[in-house]
């Protein structure tokens, strides 16, 4: 257990603790005049007895036996605040006993053998838990309704114990009910004094047990059925009582307390005493190796803590402040005193608060006052109409036993002098020490000066001699106006003014016991009672009943846009109207309006939704609704129509972005199944949005657009420029490209479909589309190119074509190695670029892919012999090659007798023709290649004329022409260098 050390608290609250209300039990009478200090008060008064040690209670004991009975019963107690007494189980010591809450203390000696009989007068099993006693298996099936179950077991340890119902199916509830108690096992005296746990530390003069629990009178009402989960105790008792109710604990000043702590209820109670210290001499029957000081003890539920506390010295007649600092010290928030001068009643003390009181024990004499019992005010509730008398029970019987004189009653607040409240009048006073039924009338002037609720009433009594006795009280419920009239709600509410508006109320005369007989309202101001518009009552000549009736909607057209006040109330069968129950009325005329809206995607296919909702488009919109009159209306509701509009409410529906739709300002979205696209044209189409606020109003259609794009864009106005070519370089592609969305790109072809994606780019500006197509590559003749373009979306559109009569330009190809060989089209084997000029000392080659099916060609090149020594091979330095890569015509070189030598190769359908070898030492090597019939072919190389092949040569045409190092027949050494190859198609280059 952890113990707290809270610092003393400041003065004006420790103050407050102390004086506030009538001092508890016997020491109110004994300190009439008490004054407060920071942590305890010099109280002057007559002396009373200290509190003793505990008699031998609840068991009868026998030769180291003892035998307890304890019968469960249902039962209720009274509690300040609480409309009617508030219903529990609780134990009694006897058959007859009533019910009380806690049970009896019982008290048995160390070593004795218990027996601990329980007899179920409940309607649901019952079994006993001593949760600190060891060797008592926990009992799950108890005794049964009507019937009786007893446990046994030796108080071996002393210390004090919590006894409660076990563990049945209701067990816990019957605890939280107030089925439980104390059991106190005593130890051995030690020196002559008695001892908590028979040792010196746990001495003490006297003794008091300290049972907590509380009450939440919701539970106790359907203890079975309700949710513990709601469970909120609004009292916190000390055996039973709450303050003022509590009984302080007697002592003297050097006189040593042992406080008996079980903390029997649910929740935690710190317990702290002002100006003292406890010292924990033990919990749960275990005592402490050593005493632990501290001003605060923090029980838990289940736990029962020993603690001595030490009073010192000095001036008597002081009390202390004992109370749970972590808890509410006051009654179900009841409250003190009326309403003076605008300043409101105070709240006030109670809950789990007593005193420790000091003073000399005198010899002799009845220091006690007597206690009230069944204290209860009819007719509750009541009006001022109403003779309300005050009955209760009196008896000093368990004090002093001396004769109740007198008694009387007070309202609300306590602070008033004892002896002036209203005098209870019976034929017991002066007679004995039991005075039962007696009554007080509050009278006229008094509940003149109360307010519409509820109040307490507290009692209190007086003996011979001269002891004021502990309080009780009750509440009553008081009402000083006609029927009230409540739950006043409008339909609909804001409106904007265009129908009828419902309106219901409820009256209620419970307060001063008459019946409902009448109703009306007023707009905005009120009139005369009774000259207001008539509601229709539910039930008439009840004392509550449901009302209503509606304002015409002529008269809510004529409302100004702004807030009205529709006022209700109720008169009863008194004649009395009472007081006005109100609510708001807006008037709301002003349409929502469209701050912003989207479509996502913007543009689809029909197949391709939103990125959070694939299947659907997502319409994006806020609406806000404007102030108008003062007041505005919250976003109710938002709906669209795809392209055309509907009747208000029957479009699609949008949510809240937020979840619900609660404020001014609304940012919404609505999904548009692509479904929904089925049937519907490519092209630019509307959702239309509007709103409607709280009060009705719909606001006007606004349009967000989105493109419905399926198919690619179309090609028209294809055009080639020039057509024929006329032996231009170069030809100029145009088109128009139309799509309902964007063009994003555009490709060309020439022949076989290279497959979407895979033609010539083009340049997109727009919808129109262009390219400049060079024409070296195709052959003359007549040749289709195709367009085609894609969209946004990705969509290719079908390809367009227009034919070209291409005549190709004379220039074919045309490179001087400036730039290495990135001209040409490929490179075969080793070659190198130097000075400008292609070398080549073994097999390797350049080739130009450009020509296209040429039927006349004209080719020249600088061929450089340099340090190149073909020693016994035939070199081939140019070729013309066809489609497949198969030369055609070549030029091959030798070094013949020491001399070089060039000659020409023809390919004619009967096989290869040569000329003879000529004498060249290189140069400029020009040859020109014919296609026909009698086809021909003519090599020069510098001034020297190779010589002219003759032969059909229809069935060719030159595809590509290779340079360099083409072909070896046998070893060569050193290099060849080329420079300046050109070809063409009509004259020579």
């Not at 000399?360 to 007597?370: C, F, L, N, V």
């Not at 509606?550 to 057209?557: M, Q, R």
């Not at 929502?592 to 939103?610: E, I, K, M, N």
């Not at 340079?963 to 070896?968: D, E, F, M, Q, S």
């Amino acid at each position: 257990m952890t113990l707290t050390r809270t610092p003393r608290l400041v003065a004006g609250v420790a103050a407050a603790l102390l004086v506030l209300g009538p001092a508890p039990a016997h020491a109110a009478a004994r300190h009439p005049a008490a004054s407060a200090g920071p942590a305890s008060a010099t109280l002057a008064g007559p002396p009373g007895p200290p509190q003793g040690t505990l008699p031998q209670t609840g068991c009868q004991r026998a030769a180291g036996t003892a035998t307890c009975d304890l019968w469960a019963k249902p039962g209720s107690v009274v509690l300040p605040g609480a409309a009617t007494p508030v219903p529990i189980w609780g134990f009694a010591s006897t058959d007859a006993a009533a019910a009380t809450l806690p049970g009896p203390v019982l008290v048995v000696d160390q070593g004795d053998q218990v027996t601990i009989t329980v007899h179920n007068g409940l309607t649901d099993n019952l079994s006993l838990a001593f949760p600190a006693v060891t060797g008592l298996a926990p009992d799950r099936t108890g005794a049964a309704p009507g019937a009786a179950r007893s446990y046994t077991f030796t108080a071996a340890r002393p210390g004090t114990y919590l006894y409660q119902a076990g563990h049945t199916e209701y067990g816990a509830r019957q605890v939280a009910m107030g089925l439980v108690g104390a059991l106190v096992v005593r130890a051995p005296a030690v020196g002559g004094r008695p001892s908590a746990y028979g040792d010196t530390a746990s001495t003490y003069d006297d003794e008091a047990v300290l049972v907590l629990t509380e009450v939440d009178p919701a539970f106790n009402a359907a203890p079975r059925t309700y949710d513990m989960r709601a469970y909120a105790p609004k009292y916190r008792l000390i055996n039973g009582k709450p303050f003022p109710e509590t009984d302080v604990v007697a002592t003297d000043v050097g006189r040593r307390v042992l406080l008996r702590y079980v903390a029997a209820g649910l929740q935690p109670h710190p317990m702290t005493l002002l100006g003292l210290d406890q010292a924990v001499v033990g919990q749960d029957a275990r005592p402490a190796a050593y005493p632990e000081a501290a001003v605060t003890l923090p029980l838990q539920p289940g736990q029962a803590v020993d603690a001595v506390v030490d009073v010192p010295t000095g001036p008597d007649g002081r009390r202390f402040a004992l109370y749970e600092s972590g808890g509410q010290l006051n009654n179900a928030g009841q409250r003190y005193g009326s309403t003076v001068n605008g300043v409101s009643p105070q709240q006030a003390f109670g809950g789990m608060l007593t005193f420790l009181d000091t003073n000399p024990p005198p010899i002799s004499g009845d220091h006690t006052g007597p206690t009230s019992a069944n204290v209860r005010v009819t007719p509750n509730p009541a009006s001022v109409l109403n003779t309300i008398t005050v009955t209760a029970d009196f008896t000093d019987a368990r004090n002093g036993n001396s004769v109740v004189d007198r008694a009387e009653a007070v309202v609300d607040d306590l602070r008033i002098a004892e002896g002036t409240g209203v005098p209870f009048t019976a034929a017991g006073f002066g007679v004995g020490p039991t005075v039962v039924g007696a009554t007080a009338v509050l009278p006229g002037d008094l509940l003149g000066t109360l307010t519409q609720g509820r109040h307490t009433v507290w009692v209190r009594g007086h003996d011979v001699a001269g002891n004021w006795g502990v309080v009780g009280s009750t509440t009553l419920n008081l009402a000083v106006t006609g029927a009230v009239t409540t739950a006043v709600s409008l339909s609909p509410n804001p409106t904007n003014g265009t129908g009828d508006i419902a309106i219901s109320a409820t009256g209620d005369d419970r307060g001063l016991g008459g019946t409902v007989t009448d109703a009306e309202y007023f707009v905005d101001a009120t009139g005369p009672s009774g000259s207001g518009r008539p509601l229709t009552l539910a039930n008439p000549g009840a004392a509550v009943s449901a009302e209503s009736g509606g304002i015409p909607a002529v008269v809510a057209a004529a409302l100004a846009e702004g807030r009205h006040s529709v006022q209700v109330h109720t008169r009863d069968s008194f004649n009395f109207w009472g007081p006005y129950g109100s609510v708001d009325l807006v008037v709301d005329r002003t349409v929502p309006t469209l701050l912003s809206a989207a479509v996502d995607p913007a543009v689809t296919d029909g197949r391709t939704g939103s990125a959070s909702d694939p299947a659907h488009l997502r319409i994006n919109a806020a609406f806000t609704d404007p102030v108008g009159g003062g007041v505005h209306s919250t976003i109710a509701g938002v709906e669209g129509f795809l392209d055309v509009g509907g009747a208000d409410g029957t479009g699609f529906t949008f949510l809240a972005l937020d979840g619900s739709f609660n404020s001014a300002t609304e940012n919404t979205y609505g999904l548009l199944p692509l479904s929904e696209l089925t049937g519907v044209a490519d092209g630019t189409h509307r959702v239309l949005v509007h709103a409607r606020d709280s009060a009705g109003n719909w606001g006007p259609l606004a349009a967000v657009t989105f493109v419905l794009d399926r198919t690619g864009p179309v090609i028209t106005a294809l055009t080639a420029t020039p057509n024929p070519t006329a032996r231009a370089a170069t030809l100029s592609l145009a088109a128009t490209a139309t799509d309902v969305s964007a063009v994003t790109a555009a490709e060309w072809y020439e022949g076989t479909d290279p497959g979407v994606g895979h033609g010539h780019p083009m340049t997109v500006s727009g919808s129109a589309v262009s390219a400049t197509v060079a024409l070296n590559g195709f052959s003359k003749g007549n040749h289709t190119l195709w367009v085609r373009a894609r969209d946004a979306l990705g969509h290719w559109g079908t390809a367009a074509s227009v034919t070209v009569n291409v005549d190709p330009p004379d220039a074919i190809f045309s490179d001087g190695f400036s730039s290495g060989t990135s001209a040409w089209s490929q490179v075969s084997g080793t070659v190198s670029v130097s000075a400008g000029q292609l070398v080549a000392g073994t097999v390797g080659y350049v080739v130009d892919d450009t020509p296209a099916a040429e039927r006349t060609i004209h080719t020249k090149a600088d061929v450089i012999l340099g340090t190149f020594n073909p020693q016994t091979a035939v070199v081939t330095v140019h070729q013309l090659r066809n489609a497949a890569g198969s030369p055609l015509a070549v030029v091959q070189y030798q070094r013949g007798n020491g001399v070089n030598q060039f000659r020409l190769g023809l390919l004619r359908p009967t096989g290869w023709a040569y000329t003879g070898w000529v004498n060249a030492s290189g140069g400029t090597v020009r040859l020109d290649w014919t296609s026909a019939t009698t086809g021909s072919a003519t090599l020069r190389v510098g001034t020297a004329t190779i010589g002219t092949l003759t032969g059909d040569t229809s069935g060719y045409t030159v595809e590509s022409a290779a340079l360099g190092l083409v072909a070896r027949t046998a070893t060569t050494t050193g290099s060849l260098s080329f420079d300046n190859y050109a070809s063409t198609r009509y004259t020579a280059p």
